[in-house]
């Protein structure tokens, strides 16, 4: 399995390092503005590999691959030109891009272009990732299975932001004041997690639930503690990060409702990270995976892992419920 | 989609049950020897249907149902006969015979059979349930498709027997004496629970792991109170069930850990019933579902969910690994 890398920012560049370190799928090329001209290995912190970091996507035409990684951006928007040259060059796609993980809803002529050019060229495009793409989607379903009716979905993600780059404290106002972080919310550079309607979606398409409303609230989480990382301070008063949460509506009835606050360290403040999935129904199934699944690692493996199901997978804009179960695949023995 | 019935004991009655309810699949037929000539809806404790139950096989080639359940028997060998008619007649199965759920490794040559019957008729066949099925192999290795490695899996699926009939009581050993249950496991009276080697394979065949040997162990659980239920008493000093294990090598690693005891009101000796799931690896993944998914509603769920996926997923023999995860399909809103 031929493998190019598009974008070697922390993700990508965990994803080509599997590739590598898989010993069965290769690496033939690599895309990323701010790394190019270097040698992808010592981008990478590993040895040389002699191949270079391109700034041009024709290196997808010139090596083809079977499979590019697109590891650029969370919009639909951003990574569908890049998708767009990949599949005209007949090459399957996995890409962590959010939005991707179901953009049947919110973006319904692009997703139908895709999917038309997917299968006109026989590939098959896939957008996964740790959440949406796993814990608050494809598990949650998952669970669904064991079900004879399922009435209402309740989920908890509570994770810690602390090991994230400066990006990721901009986007959830870690280290703003209360202030600062309205006004981020209202000129857009606060965004807090990108995904609750993907996630919904999946999930309410797969069961035959026709939500008709999803409203989505971002409140800041004061600090009563100091709270440091390398990359930012929270003193007492100020915003330790983002509590992020949805509901969707069938009528007047809540039937998903997801909670996800985002903060650096939450232990300070005697917060337990961890993932919580609650199915009311027949029977009533109570799920915790404590700690919580960690964002980033986690990422990296399941769209690392999902490479070879994309590939042997049917033409077209997939999602994580048209496909078999994840699986690690970088563990053999 | 219409189905007809192989079997309608506790298990067969409820997916019938699942069928008929979900107002989109159609029951054409039921077989079964006990309730023959009975109308389904009575055998089913709902309104009379107006379809007999059968005692004779030929019911499908009279009805030509799209798929055909078989809950009659644990075992290949006994569904083998029933999956070959069903098949032979263009019908998709679904079974929740647990050998079945990955028959490839202590079956290779019916399971040879199958694939091929089922690939020249151009239908789908798939064992499922709760355990094997989910529980303690589709849930594991679903998770460990956000590990970039998986080292080792540690799994318990602890559970009340209380609810079940004579047949589990007898195949568990609750109700014996510690010398009578030695017996009972000599004789193959007792068996605990059937699929260990199977949830092992189908977790070790997706991963990639070339398991070498597998151990399994049986112990009684002596009880130290009274223990009651409406089919059995046991009283201090007898056994309360079957604490069933295994361990799955690589040479001389233990890579795979399952535990299953199962036994009558286990909280009356303070055991906290749960499903439980430890990945060592990068990451770590630590689950607990508590309480444990009840096993007999799970089963009739998850096999009623599967109807779908299986009457629309490629010919050939199939397991739970091979298909889209599961989810509901019996609460369309």
């Known amino acids: 399995m031929r493998i190019v890398s598009w974008g070697l920012g922390a993700m990508g560049n965990g994803i080509a390092k599997n590739i590598i370190q898989s010993g069965y799928m290769k690496l033939v090329g690599a895309i990323d503005l701010n790394h190019a001209g ?20 024709e290196i997808i035409e010139k090596t083809n691959p079977d499979l590019v990684v697109i590891a650029t951006s969370s919009f639909v928007k951003e990574v569908l030109p890049q998708i767009e040259y990949a599949v005209k060059n007949h090459c399957n796609v996995v890409t962590i891009a959010e939005e991707m993980a179901f953009p049947f809803d919110s973006h319904p002529e692009e997703s139908l272009y895709m999917d038309s050019l997917a299968r006109r ?21 998952s669970l669904t299975g064991v079900c004879n009716r399922v009435d ?6 509570i994770n810690d932001l602390s090991p994230f780059g400066k990006t990721v404290m901009e986007t959830q106002g870690v280290g703003t004041t209360p202030e600062q972080f ?16 993907q996630s919904i979606m999946m999930i309410a398409r797969a069961l035959g639930w026709n939500i ?21 301070k929270v003193e007492p008063g100020m915003v330790a990060g983002c509590n992020h949460s949805a509901k969707a509506y069938i009528g007047d009835e809540v039937v998903i409702e997801m909670q996800h606050p985002q903060q650096i ?9 961890g993932d919580y ?6 029977p009533d199934i109570k799920l ?33 419920a048209d496909l078999p179960v994840p699986r690690s695949v970088l563990s053999i023995k």
């Open 38 to 57: 270097k040698d992808v290995g010592e981008v990478l912190g590993m040895d040389k590999l002699g191949i270079v970091v391109s700034k041009d996507k």
């Open 121 to 141: 060229y026989g590939v098959t495009i896939l957008g996964t990732g740790v959440n949406p793409g796993f814990v608050l989607d494809t598990l949650i379903l």
């Open 152 to 157: 209402k979905i309740v989920a908890r993600r």
């Open 182 to 197: 309205e006004e981020g919310l209202k000129t857009g550079k606060i965004v807090g997690h990108i995904g609750f309607p």
């Open 212 to 232: 008709t409303k999803i409203e989505e609230e971002r409140k800041p989480i004061i600090s009563n503690v100091h709270r440091e990382t390398p990359v930012v």
């Open 265 to 273: 360290h939450p232990h300070l403040e005697g917060v337990e990270t």
């Open 277 to 282: 999935i609650e199915i009311y129904g027949d």
């Open 288 to 320: 915790a995976i404590k700690p919580e699944i960690p964002g980033g690692k986690a990422t990296i493996a399941i769209a690392t892992n999902m490479i070879p199901i994309v590939i042997g997978a049917e033409p077209g804009l997939k999602t994580m």
